[in-house]
């Protein structure tokens, strides 16, 4: 029977298999019958929930069209659409739909004779069948709507469970879930009342004051009221309980998911653990026992390849997560694998992204960045998991400074000096204990290891009674119930007598190469042709399209390759869809493989990688598709990506490889790969505010362009670099790369370079209120793209000059130009250009002193920039359309304010965090404090406008 998922992304599964729903259209006509299983929907209805406001001519028969394909894809199933008097319903079981199977749930837990113990596990059960947001990926604000529906039904059955599980005597075990929601939700009193219960009653009395004073000041700051009754009750009985008198509440430290997110990066646990029950005695030991005041706990667990560091880590880390309320960050160093070691400085910005720091506010030097840090775990309890480290120098800059957080270290290496110099705990991992290599091999083969106990030990023996090598053989053995296990080490035996594999210093990671060619040597040579080009592959993680485009096979053939890798242990699913190597998998892939097939199989994964991104961009950017490289031509498939939303989720779930994509081809003399990729993923990078990974890019793209002698190549990743440095509000810094830049684009005669670049140079001039300067470089980059016909280039000057000429109050030659901008975006389809003269559009009509026709403009700018996802505009025109309402005099620009300093905070963006702060000021009482920090940011970024502010701050007078 087929089950139907609403609460995360629409989903439905038969089996184990997902079914391809289409697009997003089809998607969301089913999501709009499941949320009314067996009632009718009408077709108006049907019509406004798939297209709001704005349906197609012929809406009716496009949804009839798709509900005839859904029906299709029910055949054989017991779900039917029923056409019902004027519209649809969609028959099912209800238990069959999370959503539906959520709410009779806690129905039945909320019955007054439901026992408490009944209550807890009903209510667990229900909230576990949440995977991300209900409906993550339907559009519109009809799915808006049940997504905070069901948002808020989930709030109430959290605080049911929570409640209950304080009753039973069990508080911790909710601490860190309401966390989680409060961080997300923290005017949400309902959840705040039970973790501040929670934390009274597990004897954390000072936290519950903490969480209560910061809440409190959150609730009166955004509503003007004191917390209900419930809250403030809770607060009193944790205020009686509290000993620790000398530190009132209203001076809060800082508190588990007060100071930001609270990250949950640990791997999932180990399956059929087994064992190395000394080893994790002897790391929680290391964790709670005495030790020096101020002293971090940092503990190193070394060993041979395979021998279960990373598994007894995540084991570990599992066992005392709830001691780190504040989060658990994890970090794969890749310390030994094909591919070059993480930076430190590339996983410090990975950690600072997970604890809320915007990427354009991660600092680019890596004293610096782990400055900032060390600063953000101050204070905080928080568990970090550096595994499979190369070296001492990678991992100190990683080490906290804060003795409130523990750090576990797994290498090959002995870390000497992390022993010595840092106070590391050394703990050696060694083999598994014969014993435990047989416990090992029952929990995954069964009852045969007791069968035959002398050949089970035998097979942990060649096995090297490493736990890697044994999955692998229990897979093996699996795969033939009706064998003995001693005809398999027979089996084994005379294989590796033949291959001469075994080490005559009885290396077991011999044995272990062993163990995988006796694997390896039973696959299909379809699959094993996979399993060695796998091996030449530059990321962490691939999915079935990059491993089709590898091996030059369909991408059904490609899936059904890796589903018999993955049931033979020798490739990892790590997500839906997605697969990783061992690291000694990957160097034993390598090896079986020939130089020659690895070299093509590379140049069709980068070519994909390349298409790939491409058509992504295509869909999300379509107007500015000749600004882009032209893609290679490939035969493999790519994926299927009907909308923007699509093309946008899937440049997010490829970024990480697509910049070790961009990392491996600059080390490996492939620039025209780096160069093309930084060029396709520039404006995705840029207006995602993805500014470390796009100085990453970047610069790989120079330093390969630079070895090869590509002078074009160089120009183009200096004038990137120079948009990003601009963007992080380094304007010298952004200056110097365009200036660089301009010199080699008219060395070259290139003037599409020259016009974007002096175009770029202008921004810079308006960013930094140098306006005369700004308008030169703009009228030159308006005159270059005339010139060549870039009417994409043309529009975007248009909009920056209106800017400017309306600061130098010719406002009617503003709109002029504006109107003539807007015009020319609508008729290329370019949605982001049009939103951005919208709000130019705003802004002059404002300086106008016409707050009504501004405010009209700029709703419309808000709404596209939104529809598109480009955070930076939407702020801009958000802080515009609050500007206008407090021309208006409308109640609604605080918050509109907030909105913006709120978005502007996310990614990053100090100019517009300092504007909405100059807004706030005007629209709330607290001018002094919002003037500050204006004056902190603008001041920072070296804007004359910290001159204005501190002004208006003298005038306030003390």
């Known amino acids: 029977m087929p089950q139907f998922r609403l609460l995360g992304p629409l989903e439905m599964t038969v089996g184990d298999r997902v079914v391809n729903l289409g697009p997003v259209k089809r998607r969301t006509v089913l999501a709009a019958l499941l949320v009314d299983v067996g009632r009718p929907v009408r077709v108006e209805t049907l019509v406004d929930r798939v297209w709001d406001d704005e349906p197609p001519a012929k809406a009716r028969d496009v949804l009839y069209a798709h509900i005839a394909r859904i029906r299709s894809a029910l055949v054989g199933s017991n779900v039917v659409v029923e056409r019902r008097s004027g519209g649809y319903a969609l028959h099912v079981d209800p238990d069959q739909v999370d959503a539906h199977l959520f709410r009779r749930l806690v129905a039945e837990a909320r019955a007054e004779d439901c026992p408490d113990e009944r209550r807890a596990t009903l209510l667990r059960a229900a909230l576990d069948l949440w995977q991300a947001a209900p409906l993550a990926d339907v559009p519109g604000s009809w799915a808006a709507g049940v997504r905070e529906n069901l948002e808020q039904q989930r709030r109430s059955a959290v605080a049911l469970w929570a409640r209950t599980l304080s009753d039973l005597g069990r508080p911790a075990a909710v601490v860190d879930t309401l966390r989680e929601l409060v961080t997300a939700e923290p005017l949400a009193e309902p959840l705040l009342v039970e973790l501040v219960r929670a934390l009274h009653r597990a004897g954390r009395a000072a936290e519950a004051l903490d969480t209560y004073a910061r809440a409190r000041a959150r609730i009166v700051d955004a509503l003007g009221v004191e917390p209900g009754p419930e809250l403030r009750a809770m607060y009193e009985a944790a205020l009686h309980a509290d000993e620790r008198t000398e530190q009132p509440a209203s001076t809060p430290t800082v508190t588990a998911g007060e100071s930001g997110p609270v990250p949950a990066q640990l791997p999932a646990d180990v399956p059929a653990f087994t064992g190395r029950e000394p080893a994790l005695t002897e790391l929680t030991e290391r964790l709670t026992g005495p030790r020096p005041a101020g002293a971090v706990v940092v503990s190193a667990v070394d060993g041979t390849a395979g021998v279960g560091k990373t598994a007894l880590a995540v084991r570990w880390s599992h066992q005392v997560r709830d001691r780190f309320p504040d989060g658990q960050l994890y970090v794969d160093l890749r310390g030994y694998g094909t591919e070059p070691p993480v930076p430190p400085a590339a996983a410090l910005a990975g950690f600072l992204t997970a604890l809320g720091v915007a990427a354009r506010d991660v600092p680019l030097d890596i004293d610096e960045r782990a400055a900032r840090y060390r600063t953000e775990l101050s204070g905080r309890r928080l568990l970090l998991v550096l595994d499979n480290a190369s070296s001492v120098e990678q991992v100190r800059p990683l080490l906290p400074g804060s003795p409130t957080c523990a ?365 005369v300067e700004a308008e030169e470089h703009h009228t030159a980059a308006l005159a270059l793209f005339r010139k060549i016909g870039d009417r994409v280039g043309q529009a975007n000057t248009e909009t920056n000059l209106g800017d400017i000429l309306m600061r130098f109050g010719r406002n009617e030659e503003a709109i002029d130009l504006l109107a003539d901008a807007l015009e020319q975006f609508r008729g290329l389809g370019h949605d982001g250009g049009e939103a951005t003269a919208l709000t130019n559009l705003g802004e002059v009509h404002l300086s106008l002193g016409r707050p009504e026709e501004a405010a009209g403009y700029l709703r419309q700018a808000v709404r596209l920039f939104a529809s598109i996802g480009e955070r930076y505009g939407e702020t801009c025109a958000l802080n515009g359309l609050a500007e206008a309402e407090l021309g208006r005099g409308s109640a609604s620009a605080a918050d509109r304010f907030a909105e913006a300093l709120a978005l502007a905070t996310t990614i990053g963006e100090r100019a517009e965090q300092a504007r909405a702060h100059l807004g706030l000021a005007q629209a709330t009482d607290r001018a002094r404090e919002h003037l500050e920090q204006a004056l902190a940011l603008y001041t920072d970024l070296g804007s004359p406008a910290a001159d204005d502010v501190r002004k208006r701050l003298e005038n306030l007078g003390t």
């Open 407 to 771: 750090t576990l270290v797994t290498s090959r290496d002995v870390l000497s000096g992390l022993v010595a110099v840092d106070g590391a705990h050394r703990m050696f991992l060694d083999l598994l204990e014969p014993a435990e290599a047989i416990a090992l091999l029952r929990s995954l083969v069964g009852r045969r290891v007791d069968d035959d106990p002398d050949a089970a030990g035998e097979l942990g023996e060649q096995c090297g009674r490493l736990p890697l090598a044994l999955r692998i053989a229990a897979e093996l053995a699996n795969a033939r119930p009706q064998s003995p296990l001693a005809d398999l080490v027979t089996e084994l035996a005379d294989h590796r007598a033949r291959l001469e594999l075994l080490d005559v210093g009885g290396d077991p990671r011999a044995d272990v190469r062993a163990v995988f060619s006796w694997s390896y040597r039973r696959l299909p040579d379809r699959v094993a042709r996979m399993f060695r080009l796998l091996g030449a592959h530059p990321g962490a993680e691939f999915d079935a399209y990059a491993a089709a485009a590898l091996a030059d096979v369909d991408v059904s053939d490609a899936v059904g390759a890796l589903d018999a890798l993955a049931r033979a242990h020798l490739v990892r699913p790590v997500a839906a869809g997605a697969y990783d190597l061992h690291d000694l998998l990957r160097a034993y892939a390598r090896s079986e493989s020939d130089p020659g097939d690895d070299t093509e199989a590379g140049t069709r994964l980068f070519d994909y990688y390349l298409a790939a991104s491409a058509a992504a961009m295509d869909v999300l950017y379509p107007a500015e598709r000749h600004r882009r490289p032209v893609p290679p031509a490939i035969r493999t498939p790519l994926p299927v990506l009907p909308s923007a939303e699509d093309a946008r989720v899937w440049l997010d779930r490829h970024r990480a490889v697509l910049i070790e994509v961009a990392q491996h081809t600059a080390a490996h003399g492939r620039s025209d790969v780096t160069g093309a990729l930084a060029s396709t993923l520039y404006v995705y990078l840029d207006n995602g505010g993805y500014s470390a990974d796009a100085l990453t890019v970047h610069s790989c793209a120079l330093d390969a362009a630079s070895r090869a002698g590509d002078r074009a190549g160089v120009a183009a990743a200096l004038s990137h670099l120079g948009v990003v440095y601009w963007q992080m509000g380094r304007y010298p810094d952004g200056t110097d790369h365009l200036e660089r830049a301009l010199v080699v684009f008219r060395e070259l005669g290139d003037a599409v370079g020259e016009a974007r670049t002096v175009g770029n140079l202008g921004v810079i001039c308006q960013q930094t209120s140098r306006y």
